[in-house]
C-alpha cells in the first residue's frame, strides 16, 4: 500500500477512536455499530461506524420535535477491498433527510473476486463471446465517489395513530459522481465483483421501499418490498448498442429481525434484470459486454434472481 494511502487509513482510524472521548461533553447522542454482510454468491463485508446525533432545527410540531443532524464515519473491508466513508444527514422536517457523503479506498484482484482493476477485451469463450480481462496490481489506484441525496419517507400512522397502522413508504434519490484513478475518461473498470461496466463519471441512484412495520412482534418486526436503480448518466451513443444506457434493477424482499435491543438481522431475497444479447447465460458477469449488441428477439432485459443476503448489525455502545 502506498505511503498516502496507509496516512489516509491511519488518520481516520485515529480519529474513529480519539472523537467520541472528546465529544462527550456536546449535547449528542453517539452510536458504534459494527456490520457485517454474507451472501449467496458468495461475498463478505464488514463495516465499523461512528454516529454523532446533533439535536437541530427542532420545534414543538410532530413534522420538527425530531430534527437532527447526523454525521458518520465507517470503515469498510472485505476480502478484496477496504474503504473509509463518510456522510451528514440532516432532517429538516419529518418527511425529508438530506445527504451528503464520500468514500476513498482501495482494492486488490484474486481467486475469491475483483476489488477493482482496469477492464479490457480478452479471448472468446466456448460460445464465440468475448470475455474481459482485469488488469491492476493490489493497492495500484484509488477508487473515490462523492454523493448528494434526499430521502422522502411517510408513516401512516403520522396520520393514523396505532400500533400497528405503520404502513412506510420511502425513496431516496442520489446523484453519484465516482472514479478509478487508474483509469482514463475512456476505460471501464472493475468494481466489487460487478459487471465492469463503470466509467468515471455523474451516476444516477434510486431506491423505493414500501414496508410494514409489526411494533408489537417479538422478533420480526419489518417486512418490505425494495426496488432500486443505477443508471449512469455518461453513456454515449455507441453504448446504446449494447445497452450501458439502461440501467440496472434490483429487488429486493426485505425481512428485519430484532434479536435483541441491541441486535438486528436483515433477510434479504434478491432479482436482478440482466441485458439480454441472445447470449445462453444472461447471469455471466465476466463478459466484455462492449463488443455484445443487444438481441433483437425477447426484450432488452430480462429479470434473474440475484442472491440471497443477510446483514447483522449489532450497537457496540
Known sequence: MNKKLSFVFL???????????????????????????????????????????????????????????????????????????GELDLTPIAFLIVSAGAQLGTGWNMALGNGIG????????????????????????????????????????????????HIVVQSRQEFRFSGFSEAGPNDYWIFLNDDGENRNGLNYHASYTLGYMMPSSPVLNFVGLQAEIHKPLYRTEAEEIWGGDLGNWLISAV???????????????????????????????????????????????QVLFHRAAIILSYNLR
Do not use: C
Open 118 to 165: 482496469i477492464v479490457t477485451k480478452g479471448d472468446n469463450d466456448s460460445f464465440g463471446r468475448p470475455e474481459m480481462n482485469i488488469e491492476g496490481s493490489a493497492f495500484s489506484g484509488l477508487y473515490w465517489q462523492a454523493w448528494g441525496a434526499a430521502t422522502f419517507q411517510f408513516d401512516l400512522a403520522a396520520i393514523f395513530p396505532g400500533d400497528w397502522n
Open 255 to 301: 425481512f428485519n429481525f430484532s434479536i435483541s435491543p441491541k441486535l438486528n438481522s436483515l433477510l434479504a431475497f434478491q432479482l436482478w434484470t440482466r441485458r439480454n444479447h441472445g447470449n445462453p447465460d444472461l447471469a455471466n458477469r465476466y463478459l466484455y459486454y462492449q463488443d455484445m449488441p443487444l438481441s433483437e428477439i425477447g426484450g432488452n432485459r
Open 11 to 85: 488518520i481516520f482510524f485515529v480519529l474513529l477512536a480519539v472523537v467520541p472521548s472528546a465529544v462527550q461533553a456536546i449535547d449528542m447522542e453517539t452510536s458504534t455499530d459494527l456490520e457485517i454482510q454474507a451472501t449467496t454468491i458468495p461475498e463478505m463485508n464488514a463495516s465499523l461506524s461512528q454516529s454523532f446525533t446533533f439535536p437541530v432545527l427542532q420545534g414543538n410540531s410532530p413534522l420538527t420535535e425530531g430534527n437532527n443532524l447526523v454525521a458518520t464515519v465507517s470503515a469498510d473491508i472485505s476480502p478484496v477491498y477496504i474503504a473509509i466513508n
